[in-house]
């Protein structure tokens, strides 16, 4: 009884943390191995979707994030709607920020088009993301960015009706986490 007290932590730490932070730092490297690789020599113009190559090399993100959520201790987390394969599923994903996992989970589940604040592209695997799913940046700052915003926004929408090469919008309206009582 004494000896499972003592030796209880040290075998925990052992056999899950450190093969949890190792397996963590692994995919995110790879994640962002795959987002560089799929944006090398890509024009900054995010109007234009990605070709099929690109596409390809983009296609394990979605189990990659998927086993980094298991990593993290979210054993599986459902989502609700569908992916964009024609017309009859809607081009927009609009669901409350109310962590830091959110973005993760349906990165894993549909990899989206985020609407983001352009300050996130000065963080590299962000700034990797935005030009590989092809996102919509605003300036916060800037009123007529916002206007400009919703003019992609409505744009990129009416595009993806018809064209499937066009990844789903992600749309947090919050814009940053809260606590879901806004």
Request: hydrophobic share 45%; glycine share 6%; aromatic share 10%.
């Amino acid at each position: 009884h004494i000896l499972y007290k003592i030796f209880k932590y040290p075998i925990v730490f052992l056999l899950l943390f450190i093969p949890r932070i190792i397996f963590s730092i692994l995919d995110i490297l790879l994640i962002f191995l795959l987002f560089k690789l799929a944006t090398i020599g890509l024009t900054s113009d995010m109007t234009i979707p990605l070709g099929p190559c690109r596409r390809r090399i983009l296609s394990p993100v979605g189990f990659i994030t998927r086993f980094l959520t298991f990593c993290w201790g979210f054993y599986w987390a459902t989502t609700k709607g569908h992916k964009i394969t024609d017309s009859t599923v809607a081009p927009i994903i609009v669901c409350n920020h109310t962590s830091y996992m959110d973005p993760l989970i349906l990165a894993g589940e549909y990899l989206p088009s985020p609407i983001s604040a352009i300050e996130n592209m000065k963080i590299p695997i962000v700034s990797s993301l935005m030009l590989a799913t092809r996102g919509i940046l605003i300036d916060r700052s800037d009123s007529n960015s916002r206007e400009k915003a919703k003019e992609d926004i409505r744009n990129r929408a009416n595009m993806a009706f018809g064209n499937n090469q066009y990844n789903q919008l992600l749309i947090f309206p919050e814009g940053t986490c809260t606590n879901g009582t806004v």
